[in-house]
């Protein structure tokens, strides 16, 4: 029997929580069958005890479950045959060893930060170490229609910026089956697919935006975020909490009709109280699931087998390997879909016409003319008889998002990645495998919500029952979406009054950029050039004679057309003269000697870049860096090697931020 006591928190600045006390009477072995199945979800994601962990708290009875049961599973292996996280630092007496508790404080109430204090005491009372992580919002509180969407980015932010700090490879979130079934209404009220329906992931694999400095280089960071509580209900997660005797707050934000989510949560409350209506519908979202870790596995080894990446960027796709027209619909458009996510580094989801266009395109073999989408140009790989596409930035990407993806990056040194999550993903992709070998795939050709829904009624997934009341929410939420979208976009209209200006990044001796998310660009400082060429100054870290601007900087663009014709009209130059007329970026006038020196380098570097070019497409060049000063003058192309002088030392590598694919995720 279970003794509920309701009362509001004494503290005058938390008027509109609501707190649970509650007390019960399961017995220990109650709660067994939560700890097992918690335990048996990590064995299939590949992790372990051993392993440094964190988890998302909110203070509310979802993440507060997830600690109790990550605490017992940590626990039971403590002084027992498991491993201990190696020591990463000093961990308080009493406190479960590896594993901390990051609470996220919004900053949109004022009762917040007190909210946040009192999470992080109950957390601590479970024997977890818990951090706070405050945001801030620069540009002001977002409006209320990108509120959520706001707080998610940022709250995931946060996390992954305490998890890179502390060395933990692992991050649980506390979702839950309910919070899938709303998400499955929500997407089908937006006519998502079986790829779309499938929910949340399992396991996938975060990046975070910016590339950070280790100590020696600039490295790629990523944690494993995980969801193990999947498999249970809401209803589930005050069981746990009340077995273990912990409280938890209840967010008077989830009970808003503002929010879509809100409402079809209390949409799906209302439906089949005996519980049938729910158990159909996550039988349904199972299958979806199955499908989309079948299809994930078949684009992962399509992209194994028939694309390559170059060091330029671009991508080239084998069409005899890929064999596009025996490729089902749904595994071609998610193999597009990565390669184009790859390729312009803007890792969004490619739908409707989008994908039609180059699913289309690809199987048009020979491919003929070029096609521009999500930000890629695509056209045949030069003397390859169209057997191949190439895929680079389109130039629209370039000219739109070059400031907006483009970043410096600070040499503030971190912990090195962790490398055991490539091992963690490895063992977790061994469980998948030995799965899908035992298991039919029931959507595979079934594209739109509609089809799926069909599909799983023939199958007797769902009954007649379950069927209308999914269509019948579909249809709701799906007017109430297109009037919301219709009402935001007249506001975005209404409040937009101005154009930003377009941002410049410009590049200072001893500082290295990314340059749109693909391109790392270090202009390295030299101590001395002994070459006759140059006057170099070793205080300021370049040559007194070559134009930087005025504050010693150069700006970072994309490579123009006229940018090929510069270098093909220096690699001719045949006196001193010529030099003269060619370069504007002599401020200061040099000796003979120095002129005939520099002429001599200058051919011979435009010679040297113009033979590296020639083997690069030419729709491809365009994506590549290129250092000017503000004048225009062109002073380096790192990519293939062409400089102005050889103080300046400048390096550009394709470093994306996301691998191809996307890294590593499971929807099991």
Known sequence: ????????????????????????????????????????RMA???????????VGVSGGPDSMALCVLAAAWKKAVEGGSGRKSEDKGSVSP????????????????????????????????????????????????????????????IRYQKLLDICIKQQIGVLLIAHHSDDQAELFVLRLSRNSGVLGLAGTAFVSQLFAPNLKYDGHNFCRYGILLVRPMLEFSKNDMYKICQGSNHLWVEDPTNNSMQYARNRIRASLRCLSPDGAFQSELQKLIYACRLTRVCVSNACNMAIKQSVTTTEYGYAVIDLEKLDPQNVDDLCLSQYLACVLQFVSQRHRP???????????????????????????????FPRSKSTKILVCCSADLMESFSGEMSYKCSYEEQPPPVPEIDHVALEARLYSNQ??????????????????????????IIGDFSLGKLLNLQTEEHQKF???????????????TSFPDVKVLCLWPGETCHFMSRFLITWNTLEAVPNGICSYDSQKGICQHCAVNQDGSLAVRHMFDTDWLFLAEVSRIHSVEENQNVSKVSSVKLKDDELLKHS??????????????????????RTLPVLTNSQGDILSIPSIGFRWCPSLSIKAVFHPRVPLGGGYTSYL
């Open 1 to 40: 029997m279970l003794l509920f006591s309701c009362r509001p928190f004494p503290s005058p600045c938390l008027p509109i929580r609501r707190l649970l006390r509650c007390r019960c009477t399961y017995s220990p072995t109650s709660s067994a069958p939560y700890h097992e199945s918690f335990a048996r």
């Open 94 to 153: 009493g406190f479960v060893e590896g594993l901390l508790g990051v609470v996220v404080d919004h900053g949109l109430r004022l009762e917040s930060a007190e909210e946040a204090q009192l999470v992080r005491a109950r957390v601590h009372g479970m024997g977890v170490m818990c951090e706070i992580a405050t945001c801030e919002w620069p540009n002001g509180r977002p409006n209320l229609w990108h509120l959520q969407e706001a707080a998610r980015e």
């Open 482 to 496: 297109i009037t919301t979208t219709e009402h935001k976009h007249e506001e975005q209209y209404l409040e937009k």
């Open 435 to 460: 799965f899908l070998q035992c298991s039919s795939i029931p959507f595979l050709s079934h594209k739109s919500s509609t089809d799926v829904l069909n599909r799983a009624k023939d199958l007797n």
């Open 350 to 380: 490619i739908r409707g016409r989008a994908a039609r266009l180059f699913m289309d395109y690809i199987r048009n073999t020979p491919c003929k003319g070029a096609l521009t989408v999500a930000g890629c140009y695509l056209c045949a």
């Open 44 to 54: 299939l994601a590949g992790i372990h005890p051993h392993h440094r962990i964190a």
């Open 600 to 621: 001599n380098y200058l051919q011979l570097s435009a010679t040297k870049a113009l033979e590296a070019l020639r083997s690069i497409p030419a729709s491809a060049r």
